[in-house]
Nanobody, 125 residues
Framework: QVQLVESGGGLVQAGGSLRLSCAAS????????VGWFRQAPGKEREFVAG????????DYAASVKGRFTISRDNAKNTVYLQMNSLKPEDTAVYYC??????????????????WGPGTQVTVSS
């Protein structure tokens, strides 16, 4: 399994932007499909975005499509989530997750075996 650490969370006003990073250990990062998930207090964890092993596939939740962009740099073992036009309802702990040889991003959290500890994103109105 790969070890994951998220960074880049924080407090931002509505309409602002943040870029989250997910840094991975190991030398085979390009073997992993990566997803971003989020969990707000009292709610279930939900899929936000996912990216294929070489960035050839991307998928987004309807609630973030057009505002968030996922990308990856395999040379740096890092996946990014650029979040623009943030809304208070985007407030949550954001997690990155990875799984080897999935083929394409999956929206089900159970499909991913490696998870980071999460980073808090708070959007004020």
């Amino acid at each position: 399994q790969v070890q994951l650490v998220e960074s880049g969370g924080g407090l931002v006003q509505a309409g602002g932007s943040l870029r989250l990073s997910c840094a991975a250990s190991g030398r085979t990062f390009s073997s992993y499909v990566v997803g971003w998930f989020r969990q707000a207090p009292g709610k279930e964890r939900e899929f936000v975005a996912g990216i294929g092993r070489f960035g050839e596939f991307t998928d987004y939740a309807a609630s973030v499509k057009g505002r968030f962009t996922i990308s990856r740099d395999n040379a740096k073992n890092t996946v990014y989530l650029q979040m623009n036009s943030l809304k208070p309802e985007d407030t949550a702990v954001y997690y990155c997750a990875a799984e080897a040889f999935l083929g394409y991003p999956r929206t089900e959290s159970a499909r991913y075996g490696s998870w980071g500890p999460g980073t808090q994103v708070t959007v004020s109105s």
